[in-house]
C-alpha cells in the first residue's frame, strides 16, 4: 500500500515501554504511528549499588532520564539524601519527585549538556552520574573540566531487540522519523541500507546531540525539536508534515 492511500506515516523507535506517550499524541493529530523499537533496556544495579557504598554523601546526582530516575527509585530510595539532586528537563524532574526526590535544578534547555553547564558549586564537588551503557562522554567531560569529581555509574544498558532489521525494513516507508537518542539513530543507519534511507521521511532529532549522532552515520535532520522534550518533539514534527497544531 502507498503512503497516499495510507496518510501520514510516523516512525516511532523509542523502547517499548516509552513509546505510549508519542504515539497517543500522534494519533490525536491524525497520523499513524509504526511502532520499531530499537532498544531494549536492561538495569545494572551492580554500579548503582557499589556506588552507594563508596560514595555514601556525593554533593550532588545529576540525573538525565526517568530511566535512570526510576532506576534509583527502586534500588537506593534512602541514599543520597543530603545531595543537591538535578535533571535534565522537567519530565526526569516530575519523576524523580514522583519516587520521592527532590529536585535541586532544571536547565532551561533539557539537554544533558546544559545540566552540566548551568550548574554552580562543581569546582571540587562528587558528582554522580547514573546513565546508560552508551551514553555521550561529552557530558562527564564538561562536567570534569568544571572540576567536579565524577563517578560514571552504568545503571542500565541498552540493546537492540533482536528483530528490529526486519522489522524496520517492513515498517517502511513513512512520511516522519523522530530520533529520541543517539543509539536510535546509529541503529537506523546499521539497519537500513542507505539506499532506503529516504523511506524515513523526514527525520527529526529531538536535540542537538541527537542531531549530531544521526548526521554523523549519513542521516539527513530535517529539524531539532524545540524544547528538547517529547512535547517538543511532537509539535515539532507536526510542522515537518505541514500540520497546523490548535494555539
Avoid at 554500579?47 to 530511566?67: I, M
Avoid at 533539557?110 to 569546582?123: E, I, N, P, Q, R
Amino acid at each position: 500500500m502507498s503512503l497516499e492511500e495510507e496518510g501520514p506515516r510516523v516512525l516511532v523507535t523509542r523502547a517499548a515501554e516509552d513509546a505510549a506517550g508519542l504515539t497517543h499524541a500522534f494519533g490525536r493529530m491524525g497520523l499513524q504511528t509504526v511502532l520499531v523499537p530499537l532498544l531494549e533496556r536492561a538495569w545494572d544495579p551492580t554500579e548503582v549499588l557499589a556506588a552507594v557504598a563508596s560514595h555514601p554523601a556525593p554533593d550532588v546526582v545529576f540525573v538525565t532520564s526517568g530511566t535512570a530516575a526510576q532506576i534509583l527509585g527502586a534500588l537506593v530510595p534512602t541514599a543520597w539524601s543530603d545531595a543537591r539532586w538535578v535533571a535534565v528537563g522537567p519530565s526526569t524532574a516530575a519523576r524523580l519527585e514522583s519516587l520521592g526526590f527532590r529536585v535541586d535544578y532544571v536547565p532551561k534547555r533539557a539537554t544533558a549538556m546544559d545540566l552540566a553547564k548551568g550548574l554552580d558549586g562543581l569546582d571540587g564537588a562528587t558528582v554522580i552520574y547514573p546513565k546508560a551503557d552508551l551514553a555521550d562522554p561529552a557530558t562527564s567531560l564538561a562536567l570534569r573540566a568544571r572540576g567536579a569529581h565524577v563517578v560514571d555509574v552504568i545503571a542500565y544498558r541498552n540493546g537492540c531487540p533482536s528483530r528490529a532489521a526486519a522489522d524496520l525494513l517492513a515498517a517502511l516507508p513513512v512520511h516522519a522519523t523522530p530520533i529520541m537518542s543517539g543509539s536510535a539513530a546509529r541503529r537506523l543507519a546499521e539497519h537500513v541500507p542507505p539506499e532506503r534511507w529516504g523511506e524515513l521521511g523526514r527525520i527529526v532529532a529531538i536535540g542537538p546531540t541527537a542531531a549530531r549522532v544521526a548526521q554523523s552515520v549519513g542521516l539527513t535532520v530535517y529539524a531539532v525539536a524545540s524544547p528538547h522534550t517529547a512535547a517538543g518533539m511532537v509539535a515539532q514534527t507536526a510542522r515537518a508534515l505541514g500540520i497546523r497544531l490548535a494555539p
